[in-house]
T-cell receptor
Framework: EAGVAQSPRYKIIEKRQSVAFWCNPI?????LYWYQQILGQGPKLLIQ????????DSQLPKDRFSAERLKGVDSTLKIQPAKLEDSAVYLC???????????FGSGTRLTVV | SQELEQSPQSLIVQEGKNLTINCTSS?????LYWYKQKYGEGLIFLMM???GGEEKSHEKITAKLDEKKQQSSLHITASQPSHAGIYLC??????????WGAGTKLIIKP
């Protein structure tokens, strides 16, 4: 079974620039998450999709972050404009839900300079 | 809201020694996950526990969920350099949400 694919693996941008991350979940997984993980901390949920609908985006900074899930499969997360404090690893995970586990992608490490 | 507390925050262990990491929940756990993370990378699934008193092992790593389902421990026997990394516990909350502990950073001294 293929895992969760994320790209790019690394990205360095200047503040105020825009950036986009891509995630391809495991086939058939209805639930997709985007997490932000700052060094030394646990993952922080940004947005959760169930199929192509948003379940929870309460912690997504909507003035600069946006996300969509195309046809309930792939998802993109965008930051525009980026701030220094956005430097983090952005993790995508998918799953069938509770009791069945979740699979994470390798993450995208973003550095804003 | 439910919270997960991990202890210790960091751990330095001599290679070959045993160690234990704990994860304590403020509410009853209905699904508890242990993941391992290498610096700056994604999370690798280790084990999932659901039933009170459940214990699972994989190679030299054993995870337990207590009878009250509010605490889990991860035990590594005869630690090796490959065990180094950040260990995270996660739990199912409402709305299919996962909540996370802050992680335990494990360093293995040769």
């Amino acid at each position: 079974e293929a895992g969760v694919a994320q790209s790019p693996r690394y990205k360095i941008i200047e503040k105020r620039q825009s950036v986009a991350f891509w995630c391809n979940p495991i086939s058939g997984h209805a639930t997709l998450y985007w997490y932000q993980q700052i060094l030394g901390q646990g993952p922080k949920l940004l947005i959760q999709f169930q199929n192509n609908g948003v379940v929870d985006d309460s912690q997504l900074p909507k003035d600069r972050f946006s996300a969509e899930r195309l046809k309930g499969v792939d998802s993109t997360l965008k930051i525009q404009p980026a701030k220094l404090e956005d430097s983090a690893v952005y993790l995508c995970a998918s799953g069938p839900g509770p009791n069945y586990g979740y699979t994470f992608g390798s993450g995208t490490r973003l550095t804003v300079v | 809201s439910q919270e997960l507390e991990q202890s210790p925050q960091s751990l330095i262990v001599q290679e070959g020694k045993n160690l234990t990491i704990n994860c304590t929940s403020s509410k009853t756990l209905y699904g508890l996950y242990w993941y391992k993370q290498k610096y700056g990378e994604g999370l690798i699934f280790l084990m999932m526990l659901q039933k009170g008193g459940e214990e699972k092992s994989h190679e030299k790593i054993t995870a337990k969920l207590d009878e009250k389902k509010q605490q889990s421990s991860l035990h590594i026997t005869a630690s090796q350099p490959s065990h180094a990394g950040i260990y995270l516990c996660g739990a199912d909350s409402s709305n299919y949400q996962l909540i996370w502990g802050a992680g335990t950073k494990l360093i293995i001294k040769p």
